[in-house]
């Protein structure tokens, strides 16, 4: 099967975006994991597939894979990259689209700068929705992990974090904690594992160790994940730019109930086509 794709990134979150609209496309775990190769394949963190809509309110459906193959909820800096790459491809004239995730609707818009605003709805705090089993929903949750107790702020995005404060992230122990909170038995669903320094009230720098693809260079969740922790423990101040180690994100969040809104660059690096 030839398919033609387009290689995007968003803040150095890398992407094989699929036009599902104009031709049919069903992949494999095997095929998605050849995709994401990055020896043997075009490489990704994720795809991200285009889809008619199923919702009546929605103008596409959007579907994200991770490297491993595995289906997931959302995606931050991929929505930015879902908004330009349809507004390129010309399957829609809208700079503001309605957008259907497994998880509800979102709203990416396409700023006059080139950036890409997207609402990512309002964070999820109770354990039994993220899922978190036996936690509380406060901000500072202990988490026991090769044998100490970390300190994690829990919530969802639309898909599951464990984000807590180190006070240096160059140092923070990523790569040996990052796998073992992805797994760890109290995230049913495994969840992304975030880093984060705080520098000042409205800024930080962070990391995130994300389920089936290792760390990445940025993840748009995660970041709003963190700021969100991070003002939950009155340690920030909306909005917060966050750098991660691909770039700058901005997020704004009012609190409460409010919706999360994740702004950020989504860059086409180049398009070409594959026979899987």
């Known amino acids: 099967m030839l398919l033609n794709f387009t290689k995007m990134h968003g803040a150095g979150n890398d992407f094989v975006m699929l036009d599902g609209v104009r031709q049919n496309i069903e992949l ?10 990055r ?9 991200l597939l285009v889809e008619p809509a199923e ?6 459906r959007y579907r ?14 991929g929505a930015r990259c879902f908004m330009r790459f349809v507004h390129d491809q010309k399957l829609t004239s809208k700079r503001e689209i309605m957008v259907e995730t497994s998880c509800g609707l979102i709203s990416p818009r396409l700023e006059q700068d080139g950036r890409v605003t997207v609402n990512m709805g309002a964070p999820i705090f109770e354990p039994a929705r993220i899922p978190f089993d036996g936690g509380s929903g406060a901000a500072g949750e202990p988490l026991e992990v090769a044998g100490e107790t970390l300190r994690i702020s829990a919530l969802s995005m639309g898909n599951p974090h464990a984000v807590q404060v180190v006070d240096d992230i160059e140092r923070a122990p990523v790569k040996e904690l990052g796998p ?15 880093f984060m320094q705080v520098m000042d009230r409205h800024s930080v720098r962070l990391r995130v160790y994300e389920r089936g693809a290792g760390e ?18 009155g340690l920030l101040d909306s909005p917060v730019n966050v750098a991660t180690r691909g770039g700058m994100l901005t997020i704004i969040w009012g609190g409460d109930v409010s919706p999360v809104l994740l702004t950020g660059p989504a860059i086409t690096v180049f398009t070409g086509e594959i026979n899987i």
């Open 55 to 60: 919702n009546k309110d929605a103008d596409f």
């Open 39 to 47: 020896h043997f394949g075009v490489g990704c963190d994720q795809i």
């Open 180 to 194: 073992l909170i992805e797994h760890h038995p109290r995230f049913p669903k495994r969840v992304n594992a975030g």
């Open 216 to 233: 990445t260079l940025s993840c748009g969740t995660g970041a709003c994940a963190a700021v969100v922790a991070g003002i939950r423990r």
């Open 28 to 37: 494999s775990p095997e095929q998605l994991r050849l995709l994401a190769d």
């Open 64 to 77: 994200i894979f991770n490297a491993d193959g595995g289906e997931v909820e959302q995606c931050g800096n």
